[in-house]
């Protein structure tokens, strides 16, 4: 038996990387668009950074990979992109701010492999460093929502809630402060396993009953913005901490209007997202598909990493889109369209005796920027057609005597079935503006 990769690993084929790079390109063009600037960070990281308090928190320490290398240092494989921006703004204070940085690449969790989550998975990241003004979270939202039109998303909805106003709620039920880290992550959790099995997690963590069931009642405001925000004031105005993060999710509101996104957003104070770094507002987008597969992006304020990891404090907020998550909704959705390959033309031969004049073609085409495949397997014409018909490629470029000698070449498209004779400074011409 041939051996397999990992659990939880997979391997992209051409087709299927030509879908997920569809993805990447459109991401990283939105994000350039916006002002981000590319980042790139190792995949390991030292387990002091992963592992270190006020991070990912202790259920991303449970997955996070680790090992020690052939020094016998800790180390441990990115959880996610996050982190190592804190680490590299930690060390590069003089950066200019806003340091607004994009990152698309993988990360890894030891989790329980499902229909949209792996342990090896790709995110695609921006982040603004260094304003704590909730504009920085609308031009987040807004380039997400860009990226996600642009791939031919309509229909999805982006929840939102702030730290701050569970921090209320915390202090309005008045439970202990410490607490609230465990509480947190057990209410993250409620969505996956339902309420029971959340509730026996906050009594675990030392919360009463009556003020558990409480805390859940008061979580399940869902709804505008506007109506939900005016609600909540009612209960928790007089607590400070709560009345800023009400504050906050009106002014992002207030600016995703003008950004012209507002209907979009949702007011979900069930949201929690469970990496402790979190400190303000939080938001996470999803789609309406046949097949729910949780949250295609999310993200949030972490106004303290940075000086967690040695750094000046640094406000900062960033979104992640999770690339399988949306690649997956995508093809169940059939939203991917000649995205089978990246070849425009075939270069055929009709004889292999004229090899070195296909070449002559296939290197104009190229020089031209026509993504070009030729011949390589010395197969006859017909076999060679078949093979450019089961690999989706749109034209095919034939090199024969009778070609050689007209100083034309027969072009097919290949979807059409319709074909002529050309000279190459019109094969280039043509398929140059087709592309």
């Given at each position: 038996?041939?051996i ?5 690993t ?9 879908v997920r ?11 350039e ?13 030292s387990w002091e ?13 449970k997955e ?11 180390i ?6 996050t ?7 930690a060390?590069n ?6 340091f ?11 989790d329980?492999p499902?229909a ?6 790709w ?24 990226i996600l039109?642009?791939l031919?998303?309509r ?11 569970l ?6 039920l008045?439970?202990?402060?410490e607490?609230?880290?465990?509480v ?24 009463k ?15 505008s913005?506007?109506?939900i925000?005016?609600r909540?004031r ?22 995703c ?7 979009k ?8 997202r ?6 303000g507002?939080?938001f996470?987008?999803s ?22 990891y040695g ?11 999770g690339i399988e998550?949306i ?21 055929a ?7 070195e004049?296909?070449m002559?073609v296939a290197?104009?085409?190229r020089?031209?920027?026509?993504n ?15 093979y ?6 749109p034209?095919?470029v ?6 050689l ?5 027969t ?7 319709k074909?002529?004779?050309f000279?190459?400074?019109k ?8 592309k």
């Amino acid at each position: 038996m041939a051996i397999q990769p990992p659990k939880g690993t997979r391997d992209f084929l051409p087709k299927e990387m030509a879908v997920r790079q569809y993805v990447f390109d459109i991401s990283r063009e939105v994000f350039e668009r916006f002002g981000f600037e590319p980042l790139e960070t190792p995949a390991i990281e030292s387990w002091e950074l992963l592992s270190k308090k006020g991070g990912g928190g202790e259920d991303i320490k449970k997955e996070v990979y680790y090992f020690r290398d052939k020094g016998n240092r800790e180390i441990g494989l990115r959880f996610d992109l996050t982190a190592p921006l804190g680490r590299v703004a930690a060390n590069n204070p003089q950066i200019p701010k806003p340091f607004k940085r994009y990152q698309i690449g993988p990360v890894w969790r030891y989790d329980n492999p499902q229909a949209g989550r792996y342990r090896e998975f790709w995110q695609a990241d921006a982040d603004i460093v260094g304003s704590e003004k909730m504009d920085c979270e609308a031009e987040c939202l807004v380039a997400a929502a860009t990226i996600l039109e642009a791939l031919g998303f309509r229909d999805f909805a982006i929840r939102l809630n702030n730290r701050k106003i569970l921090n209320g709620i915390i202090e309005f039920l008045q439970i202990p402060k410490e607490k609230a880290p465990d509480v947190f992550r057990a209410l993250d959790k409620l969505e996956k396993f339902g309420a029971d099995e959340v509730t026996k997690e906050i009594l675990k963590a030392g919360v009463k009953q009556p003020k558990a069931r409480k805390l859940l009642e008061m979580i399940k405001a869902r709804g505008s913005p506007s109506t939900i925000l005016e609600r909540e004031r009612k209960k928790l105005d007089t607590y400070s901490t709560a009345k800023q993060g009400m504050d906050e999710l009106e002014q992002i509101v207030k600016k995703c209007q003008a950004y012209g996104i507002a209907r979009k957003l949702i007011i979900d104070l069930s949201l929690v997202r469970g990496l402790d770094y979190y400190t303000g507002p939080i938001f996470e987008i999803s789609v309406r598909t046949k097949n729910d597969i949780g949250s295609i992006a999310g993200g949030g304020r972490y106004d303290n990493l940075i000086e967690n990891y040695g750094g000046r404090w640094t406000p900062a907020v960033g979104i992640s889109l999770g690339i399988e998550r949306i690649c997956e909704i995508m093809d169940s959705e059939k939203m991917f369209k000649h995205l089978e390959t990246k070849t425009r033309v075939f270069v055929a031969v009709a004889d292999e005796g004229l090899m070195e004049n296909a070449m002559f073609v296939a290197q104009k085409l190229r020089a031209a920027g026509i993504n070009t495949q030729i011949e390589l397997m010395g197969r006859p014409l017909k076999k060679q057609l078949e093979y450019v018909d089961r690999a989706k490629i749109p034209f095919v470029v034939i090199v024969g005597d009778m070609e050689l000698r007209k100083g034309k070449y027969t072009v097919r498209e290949m979807a059409k079935r319709k074909q002529g004779l050309f000279t190459l400074e019109k094969i280039i011409k043509v398929l140059g503006e087709k592309k």
